[in-house]
C-alpha cells in the first residue's frame, strides 16, 4: 500500500508536539525543583572574612572578626590587650591587613585562632587568639601570644617556682634559649638549646626585653614543662610585647628544649 509523504508527515507532526511538550515540562519541573532545593536547604556556612583574605573556610564569621579585632587591637597597644582584652577603641594604624589562616578546638566551644597580620611596615607577624565560642556568644578566652608558625597549645597553669637542683641551670637554659628565640632567623642557630631529633622554630627580629618570670609544671628528672613570662620588643618598630610561653625541657647530660608554645 503507498503511504503519502504529506498524510505520515501529518501524522507525526501532532505526536511530535506531544514529545516536544513533555521534554518541556520535564525540563521546568527539574528546574522548579532544583529551586525549591536551594530554597529549603540549610546555606552553606562559609566565612566570608576568611574568603576576601584567601584563608578560606577556616572558622566562622564571628569567630574570625573577633580574633581579627584582637589582633588589630594587639598590634595597636599589646599591653591594653593583655591586660584587658579588646579595647573599646581600636587602632589599625599599624596592622595594614589581617587574616585568619588556622584554628583548632581546644575544648567544648572553644578554638586557639591563628591571625597573620602585615603590619604597616611590611613585616608578617602570626598571632594565637584564645576564644570562646558557646550559646551564641563569642569572647576572648585569654591572653593571645605571638607564634612562628601555627600552633595551639595552651596552658591555664601558672606554674611553681623552680625548685630542685637543676633549678639555675634551668633559668639560664630558658633565659638563653628565650634571647636566641626571639632574636634568630634560623632554626639553626637555636642547636645549641633544642635537643637532639627536635625542631622550634624562631621568632626572629625581636629582642628579650627582660629576664622571664619562670615557673614549674612538673619536677620529673628528666623530664619538665617550665612557664617563661617576658617582654620582647620588635627590633623595627620598638614595640614591647608581653608574652607568656609554655617549654617542654628534656634531660640528656644537660637539660635541653624540646617543645615552646604559646600559653594564656
Known amino acids: ?93 599599624a596592622v595594614a591587613q589581617a587574616e585568619v589562616t588556622g584554628a583548632e578546638s581546644v575544648g567544648p566551644g572553644e578554638s586557639v585562632v591563628t591571625v597573620e597580620s602585615e603590619l604597616s611596615s611590611g613585616r608578617v607577624l602570626a598571632l594565637a587568639v584564645p576564644i570562646r565560642h558557646a550559646d551564641g556568644a563569642v569572647s576572648v578566652l585569654g591572653a593571645p601570644y605571638l607564634v612562628a608558625q601555627p600552633q595551639v597549645t595552651f596552658d591555664p597553669e601558672p606554674g611553681a617556682p623552680l625548685s630542685g637542683p637543676d633549678a639555675e641551670e634551668i633559668t639560664k637554659l630558658v633565659t638563653r634559649f628565650l634571647r636566641a628565640y626571639a632574636s634568630s632567623a634560623r632554626s639553626g642557630d637555636l642547636v645549641y638549646f633544642v635537643a637532639p631529633g627536635f625542631e622550634v622554630t624562631p621568632l626572629g627580629g625581636f629582642d628579650l626585653a627582660n629576664d622571664p618570670a619562670i615557673g614549674q609544671l612538673g619536677d620529673e628528672e628528666t623530664e619538665r614543662t617550665v612557664t617563661a613570662s617576658a617582654r620582647f620588643k620588635d627590633k623595627a618598630t620598638g614595640t614591647v610585647y608581653p608574652l607568656r610561653y609554655r617549654l617542654d625541657l628534656v634531660k640528656r647530660k644537660r637539660w635541653f628544649v624540646a617543645d615552646v608554645q604559646g600559653v594564656i
Do not use: C, Q
Not at 42 to 59: C, D, H, K, L, Y
Open 1 to 93: 500500500m503507498t503511504v503519502d509523504v504529506s498524510d505520515r508527515a501529518r501524522g507525526l507532526a501532532p505526536r511530535a508536539r506531544v514529545i516536544g511538550r513533555v521534554a518541556l515540562w520535564a525540563v521546568v519541573a527539574l528546574l522548579l525543583f532544583r529551586g525549591f532545593g536551594a530554597i529549603v536547604s540549610p546555606p552553606e556556612t562559609i566565612n566570608s572574612t576568611a574568603e576576601a583574605t584567601g584563608a578560606g573556610r577556616v572558622v566562622d564569621d564571628r569567630v574570625a572578626t573577633v580574633a581579627v579585632r584582637v589582633a588589630r587591637d594587639y598590634f595597636s597597644d599589646p599591653r591594653g590587650v593583655a591586660r584587658h582584652g579588646v579595647s573599646k577603641k581600636v587602632s589599625d594604624s
